[in-house]
Each structure stands twice: as structure tokens, then as C-alpha cells.
């Protein structure tokens, strides 16, 4: 999780930081890494539900899955 205080959070009042800790929990677990995307993506959408701007959060939840799903296999 070291490499999520490089990461912007709190978008609109949503902590994505419990969802990115998940993530790496899940990977570091062996379970396949599109599973663990697909979970990472589902929190970050959960958390989004309390923000002040839920549909815009979740456009910012999608950008965080979509990096994990394009460049999480260099570090996966």
C-alpha cells in the first residue's frame, strides 16, 4: 500500500484508500487479478454512494479501475 500515497483520494468526499488496501490484500492473496480489478472497482463504487457527488466519483472510481486494468500487470 505504500504506492497509495501517490494517489490523490478523496474525491468528492469518498476515501478510496480502504478499497486500494483491499486490492493489494487480494492480489498478495493469489486470487486471479481480474477478480481482484472487479472487487477493487465494486468498493471504490460503494464508497462513492456517501460522496457528495456520487456519479462523478464513480467516473473517478472507473479511471482508478481502468489504470489497475491496463497497467496493474507490471507490478502484479
Aim: proline share 4%.
Amino acid at each position: 500500500m505504500g504506492g497509495n500515497r501517490l494517489v490523490a483520494q478523496g474525491f468528492f468526499g469518498a476515501d478510496f484508500r480502504p478499497s486500494c488496501a483491499t486490492h493489494d490484500a487480494c492480489l498478495a492473496s493469489g486470487v486471479p487479478r481480474r477478480q481482484c480489478d472487479q472487487q477493487f472497482r465494486n468498493n471504490m463504487y460503494g464508497a462513492c454512494e456517501n460522496s457528495r457527488h456520487p456519479f462523478l466519483c464513480r467516473v473517478k472510481a472507473f479511471e482508478y479501475y481502468a489504470a489497475a486494468r491496463l497497467f496493474g500487470g507490471l507490478y502484479y
